[in-house]
């Protein structure tokens, strides 16, 4: 990993700080949406949520600004681009729409309308703890992978290789891992059972998303067939 981040790191990609900024500004909109959508600016599990939620968020950004801003660029590009295959672009789409309404029904549903009964709090402390370790994931997947794009794609003009260290030596692909955790962890934070519903249409999704990912990466990128034999599981060791 070290030879290819310095490889990344000498191509000297730089990231404007005005779209670090607008990055910023663009998620905190999310808690802003969050609270208005629940109607009630007192409630503690969406304070929880937005405080983790942005911290690590903002964490993220930083750290590959100064570290990896050529995959920070990367993950900034259109979810519809040149070389992305086509069925990833069906499945973005779907995706994206999955999350919009997954993400405007837990505020609805946990607060506004009380459709869930009260989550009792331990349930809730599991949530938290299971969304602290999943955007931990996403952020050692990102740190790990510089090749992480947010499209399926090749990417041969960064001299695209197998990573297999870090936690890709573990499932191999530990970012849907974390959002798999994430989609479960929300929900049972605010206290959703609509929100753990939908969140079953979206980790579905990811892991259709996988197998095509993987379908590709086999038949293109060298060594990837020598590395699924070496890294058995996608997201969930012994299961998936």
Same mark, same amino acid.
């Given at each position: 990993?070290?030879?290819?981040?310095?490889?990344?790191?000498?191509?000297?990609?730089?990231?404007?700080?005005?779209?670090?900024?607008?990055?910023?500004?663009?998620?905190? =909109?999310?808690?802003?949406?969050? =609270?208005?959508?629940?109607?009630?600016?007192?409630?503690?599990?969406?304070?929880? &949520?937005?405080?983790?939620?942005?911290? /690590?968020?903002?964490?993220?950004?930083?750290?590959?600004?100064?570290?990896?801003?050529?995959l920070?660029?990367?993950? &900034?590009?259109?979810?519809?681009?040149?070389?992305q295959?086509?069925?990833?672009?069906?499945?973005?789409?779907?995706?994206f729409?999955?999350?919009?309404?997954?993400f405007?029904?837990m505020?609805?549903d946990?607060?506004? &309308?009380?459709?869930?009964?009260?989550?009792?709090?331990?349930?809730?402390?599991?949530?938290?703890?299971?969304?602290?370790?999943?955007?931990? /994931?996403?952020?050692e997947?990102?740190?790990?992978?510089? =090749?992480?794009?947010?499209?399926? #794609?090749?990417?041969?003009?960064?001299?695209q290789?197998?990573?297999?260290t870090?936690?890709?030596g573990?499932?191999?692909?530990?970012?849907?891992?974390?959002?798999?955790l994430?989609?479960?962890a929300?929900p049972?934070?605010?206290?959703?059972?609509?929100?753990?519903?939908?969140?079953?249409?979206?980790?579905?999704?990811?892991a259709?998303?996988?197998?095509?990912?993987?379908?590709?990466? #086999?038949?293109?990128?060298?060594?990837?067939?020598?590395?699924?034999?070496n890294?058995?599981?996608?997201?969930?060791?012994?299961? =998936?």
């Amino acid at each position: 990993m070290n030879n290819v981040f310095s490889q990344v790191m000498n191509t000297n990609v730089a990231f404007p700080v005005s779209r670090l900024i607008w990055a910023f500004v663009y998620l905190a =909109f999310f808690p802003v949406i969050l =609270f208005v959508l629940a109607g009630d600016w007192r409630w503690i599990e969406g304070w929880v &949520f937005s405080i983790i939620f942005l911290l /690590m968020c903002f964490s993220t950004l930083l750290y590959l600004y100064f570290y990896d801003p050529a995959l920070l660029k990367e993950r &900034f590009g259109s979810p519809i681009q040149q070389g992305q295959k086509s069925w990833d672009k069906v499945v973005l789409s779907v995706f994206f729409v999955d999350f919009l309404v997954w993400f405007a029904i837990m505020p609805l549903d946990a607060r506004r &309308f009380h459709w869930s009964p009260v989550f009792p709090f331990w349930l809730k402390a599991i949530g938290t703890g299971l969304l602290i370790i999943s955007i931990v /994931m996403v952020f050692e997947a990102l740190r790990e992978n510089t =090749f992480a794009a947010p499209v399926v #794609k090749m990417q041969k003009e960064r001299g695209q290789t197998v990573i297999s260290t870090g936690m890709y030596g573990v499932v191999r692909h530990p970012m849907y891992a974390g959002a798999l955790l994430l989609f479960v962890a929300a929900p049972l934070l605010l206290g959703s059972v609509w929100g753990l519903i939908i969140s079953l249409l979206l980790i579905v999704t990811i892991a259709g998303r996988s197998i095509g990912e993987e379908a590709m990466l #086999k038949q293109e990128l060298e060594g990837y067939s020598d590395y699924m034999k070496n890294v058995r599981w996608r997201m969930i060791p012994f299961v =998936f």
